[in-house]
């Protein structure tokens, strides 16, 4: 790993020289430069983590050279010393953007504590521009994989709203993906560096939702042995996640419609508003229209809630994007679990397009993660997405030794599994495999050629 590297400047040859040894001590690469001219040049030609530079100078003063390093280059540190040190030097260096300030005579000691304190301070900045590009990929818009229409339309909605505070409700079965569109909301926003506070309102402990969301005073109830913050509280500033908003009592959906609309509520036991600066997003794997009809949902909450709405569609109205999830994420489960799994078979990717996939993405994940796990070469068999567990008796096919159905057969049992599920009905069943009533009817007719017929099926299916 190379040496982090100082640049010294000073006209005092003896100063230069005690500071070069000091620093050289410590394990750092040094250069040393006489003047203010100088040391700008030694600046241009090579690359610094910290100056520190004498402040008067002839010439070239070190105000004129830590004004031309913030210029150039703002991250790097720079430490200012003088043996005329006043609090007016001081003031303007630091507003000049001057990391620390020392003044002469010092000690070895204390320039090896404020070199040390700079370094602190950079490896922290380092750790956190890696957290946050870490943070960018994780959450990124592009981690949420489709190029069907449906999800074109959302795209287009994310990239807008998450340049503003409003209020989001995200519809969603559940396994669509809502939280991580929420996060990529957040963590694409100007809020990105606040805190991001999930609330999973239908795990909320009961008897205790009110002071889980807005907080508590010592003695307010029994148990409550100190003030407490509340979710909103701590979400100041960022984002609150109400995930399964539709789960609330009715008296904490009259509280939430008045933080949404005061922006402010009251810790339990306590009488003095709070006011908060919160974006709230808010999401649901129920009917809502179906809950406010039914009196479960206040619709009022619901129309300050639904300031963004987006509605997130289940797997099997965007099975095109099948292919490009199931690459997503082999290439994430190889980096995650260090395998080298390159592709599925052409049998497999069938297979997965064919399927209703109730769980929706998170379950086309499971599997996948599942498969690139068991996967003993770089290639992806229809029988590495079985689970020991699956009531699927297409799935099941694979369970036995024998891997080598065709494509013809896996297609032939899937038809027949399909018509089963949905009473014989080709109609639904064609809209469930994503092909016409003339593709099934032909397909049908076929079987029936090859006297591969289903006899649990009905006679009239195959005319």
Known sequence: MDKKKILIIDDDSLMRDFLTETIIRMDYDVIAAQDGETGIKRFKEDEFELVITDIRMPD???????????????????????????????????????FDYITKPFSAD????????????????????????????????DQIVGKSTKMKKIFEILESVAKSSATVFIQGSSGTGKELVARAIHYNS??????????NCASLPEGLTESELFGHEKGAFTGAIRTRKGRFEVADGGTILLDEVSEMSSALQAKLLRVLQEKE?????????????????????????????????RDDLYYR????????????????????????????????????????????????????????????????????????GGILEPKLFVFEDDDFDFFKQYESEDTNLTLYEMEKHLIFKTLRQHDN?????????????????????????KNEIDPTLAGELYS
């Open 60 to 98: 070239i003063s070190g105000m004129e050279v830590l004004k031309h390093v913030k210029a150039v280059k703002p991250e790097t540190a720079v430490v200012m010393m003088t043996a005329y040190g006043t609090i007016d030097n001081a003031v303007e260096a630091m507003k000049q953007g001057a």
């Open 110 to 141: 204390a320039i090896e504590i404020a070199v040390n304190k700079v370094f602190k301070y950079l490896d922290l900045e380092q750790e956190n521009r890696n957290l946050r590009k870490e943070i960018d990929g994780i959450y990124g818009f």
């Open 190 to 199: 100007t809020r990105a560096g606040k805190p991001f506070i999930k609330t």
């Open 265 to 297: 509520f009251e810790r339990v036991g306590d009488h003095t508003s709070i006011s908060v600066d919160v974006r709230v997003i808010a999401t649901t794997n129920r009917d809502i229209k179906e809950e406010i009809k039914n009196g479960r949902f």
């Open 305 to 376: 809630l639904n300031v963004i709405p987006i509605v997130l569609p289940p797997l099997k109205e965007r099975k095109k994007d099948i292919p490009l999830l199931v690459d997503h994420f082999i290439n994430k489960y190889n980096t995650e679990h260090n395998r080298n799994v390159k592709c599925v078979t052409d049998e497999a990717m069938e297979l997965l397009m064919r399927l209703d996939w109730p769980g929706n993405v998170r379950e086309l994940e499971n599997r996948v993660e599942r498969a690139v796990i068991m996967s003993k």
């Open 425 to 449: 009905n080709r109609t639904k069943t064609a809209e469930s495999l994503g092909i016409s009533v003339r593709t099934l009817r032909n397909k049908l007719n076929e079987y029936k050629a």
